[in-house]
């Protein structure tokens, strides 16, 4: 088989990113191989490696904390293609509401793609840990103050 082009590469990462703007388990599982395991870094996070199975169970509940979800490349001259490889590496950037006020991050994807391109076989991202452990603490806030709230 022929080395997918970077074009083919570069079409795949992009279905990627729009399938995080659709928002669904669906759509962001359909653009990964089978056998797509996803890695979230740092370790420091603790995150395991999930499978496209393990990732659903891990983002259905996160569909309802994230409304107005936008990924986004924050600049073009950071991508990386690496054509032998298969890998394209993004930084980008996720604004959305939330019950806690805006969340705005930033991430790093080392996207490997199948061997015809037009699918991702293994996801590599890198997240602002600093920023996740924050934003987790001020989601489990907001929860807590709505529980209150309805349980007055």
């Not at 399938?19 to 388990?25: F, G, L």
């Not at 061997?115 to 991702?120: A, M, N, Q, R, Y």
């Amino acid at each position: 088989m022929t080395t997918p082009s970077r074009e083919q590469l570069i079409t795949t990462a992009l279905s990627f990113i729009a399938a995080y703007n659709q928002w669904t388990v669906q759509a962001i599982i359909a653009i990964r191989s089978p056998s797509c395991i996803h890695y979230t870094l740092p370790i420091s996070l603790q995150v395991p490696p999930r499978s496209n199975a393990e990732y659903a169970t891990f983002m259905d509940p996160m569909l309802a904390v994230f409304r107005g979800v936008h990924f986004s490349i924050i600049s073009n001259d950071d991508t990386i293609v690496d054509v032998e490889a298969r890998t394209v590496v993004l930084h980008c950037s996720n604004l959305a509401d939330t019950d806690a006020g805006e969340y705005t991050n930033e991430y790093m994807f080392s996207l490997t793609m199948s061997e015809d391109g037009t699918k991702v076989d293994k996801i590599i991202e890198f997240i602002d840990a600093a920023y996740t452990v924050e934003f987790k603490r001020r989601i489990a806030l907001a929860r807590a103050s709505t529980e209150v709230v309805n349980e007055a």
